[in-house]
């Protein structure tokens, strides 16, 4: 993932969401770097997920919840660096 651009939007994550429904991966990045992020889907909704790695403890946390056609923009800046 490119580093995130000087002008970048910052996105608002929440804690995890406890949900009582199945979460659907539907695309990812690379978990190889301190911080990876999941297309995720949840009863109809979507969302992404953040996962950061800081000093040896993996903190997990999520944008809100929307429509695919919303979630799907934020997606794509993330994956440009014109979000974070």
């Known amino acids: ?8 939007i910052t996105l608002m994550w929440e804690p995890l969401h406890p949900t009582s429904g199945q ?6 990045t690379c978990d190889c770097e301190a ?7 949840s009863g109809g909704l979507y969302f992404i997920r953040r996962t950061r790695r800081v000093n040896g403890v993996e903190l997990i946390d999520e944008c809100a919840r929307s429509r695919l056609s919303k979630t799907l923009i934020v997606w794509g800046q993330l994956l440009l660096g014109s979000a974070r």
């Open 1 to 8: 993932m490119p580093a995130p651009r000087p002008d970048c």
């Open 23 to 28: 979460i659907r991966v539907r695309d990812y």
């Open 35 to 41: 911080t990876s992020y999941e297309l995720c889907q």
